[in-house]
C-alpha cells in the first residue's frame, strides 16, 4: 500500500504530467445520445474547504462513485463496482469532467469525475408518462416523482426523457426534458409516510400495475421496501394499494399471485469491495489532506482517525484512508503524527482530542 501511496503522490505532484481522461465506462457514457448535453454553467471561484462545510442552503447532486482524480493532472482513482450514490456539491467544471464535493462521516475531499456520474434531480413533481409526447392520464392510478428526486437517463427523444428511479419502488417511464437539472434545492430525504391504512406486506419484485388485470401495464416494481398501504380489497387475487415517501408516490393495483418483475437497482457485491486499510497510527481530526507532496489542500479529516500513515521525509506524510472507491492516499504536512497541518474551517467539526492532558481526577468533599 505504501509504496502505490508514494506512485500516486509522485504523480499528484508533477505540475508537468498530462492530463489524464478517464477512459472507464462512465467516460464512455458521457458519448452516449441518452445523455443530454448541458451547457457549461459560469460559476464562481470556490474555496474547496470551505465549500466541504455541509449546509442546508444552495444545490446538490447525486453522484454514482466511478473513475475519480484528485487533480486533473492525477492518476484516476478506480471505482470498486457497484457503490450507494453520494450525495454531491458542485464547484467547478472543465469539459466533460466537474468538480464535486465529498463529505463522508470521517472525511470531506474533492474529487474531479465525469459529469455523466451525476444523477439528474427533478426540479418539480412530475407524473410520470407511459412514452414520450404522452402525458400522465388524469386519474388517481399514477406515479407522481417529487421535486428533488434523483433518476438516471436512459434514452431521450425530442423534448422527452426516458428515466429510472430506483429506491424503495422502481419506476421506468417519461418525463419532460425541461424538468430535469444536474442540481436541485437541498432537501432531507423522508422514508415511508404512514396514512393509517391497514399495511400489506410484499416481497421485492411485486408489480403495481394500472389495472387489476394480468397484462395491465406497470407502473413501478418493488426494490427495496416490504410495505404497501392497502386501499380496498378487489378480489381474493387483487388488492389496490398506495404508496408514499420523500421521492414517489403510486396508487395502482398489486396482486399476490402475480410473478415477480424485473428489478434492475446493483447491490453492492461484498466480494469485490475493496480490502479496508490497515490502520497503524491516530491522527487529529481536522488533518489538512493534499492531493500530493506540496499541493493544495482539498480536504480534512473530521474527526481523529485511524489511518495508514507513511513518512515520506521532508515533513510529508502519506495519509490513506477508506472511502467509497477504496483506500485513497493524500498528502499531509506536519513534524510527526501528532502535529500535523489543520485546515478545516473554525467550528466545523469535533476538535481533537490526541495529546490533551487526562482529565483530572474527581474531587470529593471533605
Same mark, same amino acid.
Given at each position: 500500500?505504501?509504496?502505490?501511496?508514494?506512485?500516486?503522490?509522485?504523480?499528484?505532484?508533477?505540475?508537468?504530467?498530462?492530463?489524464?481522461?478517464?477512459?472507464?465506462?462512465?467516460?464512455?457514457?458521457?458519448?452516449?445520445?441518452?445523455?443530454?448535453?448541458?451547457?457549461?454553467?459560469?460559476?464562481?471561484? $470556490?474555496?474547496?474547504?470551505?465549500?466541504?462545510?455541509?449546509?442546508?442552503?444552495?444545490?446538490?447532486?447525486?453522484?454514482?462513485?466511478?473513475?475519480?482524480?484528485?487533480?486533473?493532472?492525477?492518476?484516476?482513482?478506480?471505482?470498486?463496482?457497484?457503490?450507494?450514490?453520494?450525495?454531491?456539491?458542485?464547484? &467547478?467544471?472543465?469539459?466533460?469532467?466537474?468538480?464535486?464535493?465529498?463529505?463522508?462521516?470521517?472525511?470531506?475531499?474533492?474529487?474531479?469525475?465525469?459529469?455523466?456520474?451525476?444523477?439528474?434531480?427533478?426540479?418539480?413533481?412530475?407524473?410520470?408518462?407511459?412514452?414520450?409526447?404522452?402525458?400522465?392520464?388524469?386519474?388517481?392510478?399514477?406515479?407522481?416523482?417529487?421535486?428533488?428526486?434523483?433518476?438516471?437517463?436512459?434514452?431521450?427523444?425530442?423534448?422527452?426523457?426516458? $428515466?429510472?428511479?430506483?429506491?424503495?419502488?422502481?419506476?421506468?417511464?417519461?418525463?419532460?426534458?425541461?424538468?430535469?437539472?444536474?442540481?436541485?434545492?437541498?432537501?432531507?430525504?423522508?422514508?415511508?409516510?404512514?396514512?393509517?391504512?391497514?399495511?400489506?406486506?410484499?416481497?421485492?419484485?411485486?408489480?403495481?400495475?394500472?389495472?387489476?388485470?394480468?397484462?395491465?401495464?406497470?407502473?413501478?416494481?418493488?426494490?427495496?421496501?416490504?410495505?404497501?398501504?392497502?386501499?380496498?380489497?378487489?378480489?381474493?387475487?387483487?388488492?389496490?394499494?398506495?404508496? &408514499?415517501?420523500?421521492?414517489?408516490?403510486?396508487?395502482?393495483?398489486?396482486?399476490?399471485?402475480?410473478?415477480?418483475?424485473?428489478?434492475?437497482?446493483?447491490?453492492?457485491?461484498?466480494?469485490?469491495?475493496?480490502?479496508? $486499510?490497515?490502520?497503524?497510527?491516530?491522527?487529529?481530526?481536522?488533518?489538512?489532506?493534499?492531493?500530493?507532496?506540496?499541493?493544495?489542500? $482539498?480536504?480534512?479529516?473530521?474527526?481523529?482517525?485511524?489511518?495508514?500513515?507513511?513518512?515520506?521525509?521532508?515533513?510529508?506524510?502519506?495519509?490513506?484512508?477508506?472511502?467509497?472507491?477504496?483506500?485513497?492516499?493524500?498528502?499531509?504536512?506536519?513534524?510527526?503524527?501528532?502535529?500535523?497541518?489543520?485546515?478545516?474551517?473554525?467550528?466545523?467539526?469535533?476538535?481533537?482530542?490526541?495529546?490533551?492532558?487526562?482529565?483530572?481526577?474527581?474531587?470529593?468533599?471533605?
Amino acid at each position: 500500500m505504501r509504496a502505490f501511496a508514494i506512485v500516486v503522490l509522485t504523480a499528484c505532484g508533477s505540475a508537468g504530467a498530462p492530463t489524464t481522461t478517464p477512459t472507464s465506462a462512465g467516460a464512455a457514457a458521457s458519448t452516449d445520445p441518452a445523455k443530454r448535453s448541458t451547457p457549461a454553467i459560469e460559476r464562481p471561484v $470556490i474555496d474547496p474547504l470551505v465549500a466541504l462545510t455541509p449546509t442546508t442552503d444552495g444545490n446538490t447532486s447525486m453522484l454514482q462513485p466511478g473513475v475519480a482524480q484528485l487533480e486533473l493532472h492525477a492518476t484516476p482513482i478506480e471505482s470498486p463496482g457497484a457503490t450507494a450514490p453520494l450525495q454531491a456539491t458542485i464547484i &467547478a467544471e472543465q469539459g466533460s469532467l466537474v468538480r464535486v464535493t465529498i463529505r463522508l462521516k470521517h472525511a470531506r475531499f474533492v474529487v474531479w469525475t465525469e459529469r455523466a456520474r451525476l444523477f439528474a434531480i427533478l426540479t418539480r413533481d412530475e407524473r410520470v408518462a407511459r412514452g414520450p409526447g404522452q402525458s400522465a392520464l388524469a386519474t388517481d392510478k399514477h406515479v407522481l416523482l417529487r421535486a428533488g428526486t434523483a433518476v438516471r437517463r436512459l434514452a431521450k427523444k425530442d423534448t422527452w426523457v426516458q $428515466i429510472r428511479y430506483s429506491g424503495a419502488l422502481e419506476v421506468d417511464g417519461w418525463v419532460p426534458d425541461a424538468a430535469l437539472a444536474e442540481e436541485g434545492p437541498w432537501r432531507v430525504s423522508r422514508g415511508r409516510i404512514p396514512t393509517g391504512r391497514k399495511t400489506l406486506m410484499v416481497t421485492p419484485g411485486a408489480v403495481i400495475r394500472f389495472e387489476p388485470k394480468w397484462a395491465a401495464r406497470q407502473l413501478a416494481v418493488m426494490a427495496n421496501g416490504y410495505f404497501l398501504d392497502t386501499v380496498r380489497e378487489v378480489d381474493d387475487a387483487w388488492s389496490e394499494i398506495s404508496y &408514499a415517501d420523500g421521492n414517489v408516490a403510486v396508487t395502482g393495483y398489486v396482486s399476490r399471485r402475480d410473478p415477480p418483475g424485473r428489478v434492475h437497482h446493483k447491490r453492492p457485491d461484498p466480494s469485490l469491495a475493496p480490502a479496508p $486499510i490497515v490502520p497503524n497510527t491516530k491522527v487529529p481530526s481536522g488533518t489538512c489532506l493534499h492531493a500530493g507532496v506540496d499541493g493544495d489542500p $482539498i480536504g480534512y479529516l473530521v474527526g481523529d482517525q485511524d489511518v495508514d500513515l507513511a513518512d515520506l521525509g521532508r515533513g510529508w506524510w502519506t495519509v490513506t484512508i477508506d472511502s467509497p472507491w477504496g483506500p485513497i492516499p493524500f498528502a499531509a504536512r506536519g513534524a510527526d503524527p501528532l502535529s500535523l497541518v489543520s485546515c478545516s474551517p473554525d467550528k466545523t467539526i469535533p476538535g481533537s482530542t490526541l495529546g490533551a492532558p487526562p482529565p483530572a481526577p474527581p474531587t470529593t468533599a471533605p
